[in-house]
């Protein structure tokens, strides 16, 4: 029972353009949404989140988009650069566990 | 202040042996959290710890155990190993449970190979 689906394995986007990643999710009693990054060899670390009372957290070069009516969010990264090429996982939260997705793979060709 | 700290980082085992791996949290953090990492399933997770009382459990077959110790590190072993518990496993660690963005912070994980 896949709660979080990530339905892209990869993704492959030029230099300066927008990288856009997707997520859905099933369970509506999610209530806090997070983008993760991991590059090889090293654990996860934290990108980027959004509470489910909100539709849209920016920082910096990444946004995050909640559509609760879809259940479907998306991170978006403008302007991508190399260095952002690594797995991105989404995750959310409900009681005391964060589920993830399988994550997608961000290639971002100079 | 000191991450988030998996050991081994490497390891290699053989079919039915058991293996156990260690995380040490950040200082003051309280929750412990691991995750199995395979390519194509993400991140699985197996188990919560907090305050040495097991919080939550995920999916996994009783093989899979952990335990937190009164200083909050954790362990978590593996018994009668299989080919298919070969993966990254992470170690999470928070000051509380919770999932915003309150320093939830992963460990490099250990990688378990099972020949």
């Known amino acids: 029972d896949q709660q979080v689906k990530q339905n892209s394995p990869s993704l492959s986007v030029q230099e300066g353009r927008i990288s856009i990643l997707n997520c859905d999710y099933t369970n509506s009693m999610f209530d806090y949404f997070l983008w993760y990054k991991k590059y090889p060899a090293e654990g996860p670390t934290f990108l980027i989140s959004i509470s489910s009372i909100k539709d849209k957290n920016e920082d910096g070069r990444f946004t995050v988009f909640l559509n609760k009516s879809a259940k479907h969010l998306s991170l978006h990264i403008v302007p991508s650069q190399p260095g952002d090429s690594a797995v991105y996982f989404c995750?959310?939260?409900?009681?005391?566990?964060?589920?993830f997705g399988a994550g997608t793979i961000l290639r971002v060709k100079s | 202040k000191a991450g988030v700290t998996q050991t081994p980082r490497y390891l290699i085992k053989t079919r039915g042996q058991q293996v156990t791996l260690s995380c040490s949290p950040i200082s003051g953090h309280r929750s412990v959290s691991w995750y199995q990492q395979t390519p194509g399933q993400g991140l699985q997770f197996l188990f919560e710890?907090?305050?040495?009382?097991?919080?939550n459990k995920g999916n996994f077959p009783g093989r899979f155990s952990g335990r937190q110790f009164s200083n909050s590190r954790s362990e978590m072993n593996v018994s009668t190993l299989e080919l298919g518990d070969s993966a990254l496993y992470l170690c999470?660690?928070?000051?509380?449970?919770?999932?915003?963005?309150?320093?939830?912070?992963f460990g490099s994980g250990t990688r378990l190979t099972v020949v």
């Open positions: 999470a660690s928070s000051l509380m449970v919770r999932f915003d963005n309150y320093g939830y912070t």
């Open positions: 995750a959310a939260s409900g009681g005391n566990k964060l589920v």
């Open positions: 710890y907090f305050s040495e009382t097991q919080r």
